[in-house]
């Protein structure tokens, strides 16, 4: 269950790497009632979406014309430095090194061994999102072709626990993944594995859960903006109500009705 109360290795930023700033503030504020404040050309157009006044994700252009429009997920880490050395102990490899935003904190990036990219946020003044769960910010969940490296490559990065929860028939297992000793009060993230022809982009990444009241609204409005359905709303027992989609540059992402938002949630489950 995502928190605020931000532990190492659990998700504490994301933000999503446009094309078209201003056409993606609009789609998601129009989605999710999202309301954009860009920080300026000295920022490079960087932005938080905000809800009630709280940060709930951010927006920015991407820094490379060959990158495809995407979401990135970032964990909590209290020394950057260190988490980079064991990226790449583990056999993953840096896209880029860690580097300081003023005195907000600090970010690196990096991709796993199957070519999941995600980053890294050491807190300095800004210690990760406002509000995550209602809203916002809900569930992350890793699309892998190898789930037993996944589980290995963050274990050893993140010090993460795992529980493997059976999927019907023979579709193999869910991982739930938590931060140590949390427990499934600390879980916060989902592996599955794929086959690449059931991957969009036939490689391994990181998709976020966004928290909403309506999920067939959302996508309904996701589709007349101009998105696409990857999977309508499905009801999963003990979870919710879920839809996988993708915004109209391409990044993928999902929403999220939780059956009780105050039981944790496991929506590959």
């Not at 659990?10 to 009632?33: C, K």
């Not at 910010?137 to 795992?162: I, M, N, P, R």
């Not at 140590?180 to 036939?202: F, K």
């Not at 966004?210 to 903006?225: E, N, P, Q």
Request: with cysteine.
């Amino acid at each position: 269950m995502l928190t605020n109360d931000y532990a190492p290795g659990t998700p504490n930023w994301v933000d999503l790497g446009s094309r078209d700033v201003t056409a993606a503030a609009a789609f998601y504020g129009d989605l999710f009632g999202w309301q954009f404040q860009s920080a300026g050309p000295e920022m490079g157009d960087y932005g938080m979406f905000q809800r009630d006044g709280e940060t709930v994700a951010a927006l920015g252009p991407l820094q490379d014309e060959h990158a495809q429009p995407a979401w990135t997920i970032y964990f909590h880490t209290p020394d950057a430095d260190a988490t980079t050395k064991a990226v790449e102990q583990a056999g993953g490899s840096v896209r880029f090194p860690p580097m300081a935003v003023a005195e907000q904190g600090r970010l690196a990036g990096y991709s796993d061994p199957s070519g999941a990219e995600f980053a890294v946020w050491e807190p300095g003044t800004t210690a990760g999102l406002d509000r995550v769960g209602d809203g916002g910010l809900c569930w992350t969940e890793l699309y892998t072709t190898d789930a037993a490296k996944a589980k290995q490559f963050y274990g050893a990065v993140f010090d993460w626990d795992y529980e493997d929860m059976p999927l019907p028939g023979d579709a193999g297992s869910y991982v739930v993944a938590s931060r140590s000793g949390g427990g499934r009060q600390g879980s916060h993230a989902g592996i599955m594995q794929l086959g690449t022809d059931m991957l969009p982009e036939g490689t391994s990444y990181w998709q976020p859960y966004f928290s909403v009241a309506d999920v067939d609204g959302t996508v309904a409005k996701t589709v007349a903006r101009g998105g696409a359905v990857l999977m309508p709303g499905t009801d999963m027992a003990g979870v919710g109500r879920l839809a996988l989609l993708r915004d109209p540059e391409g990044a993928f992402f999902s929403l999220l009705h939780a059956a009780d938002p105050q039981v944790p949630v496991s929506p590959g489950s």
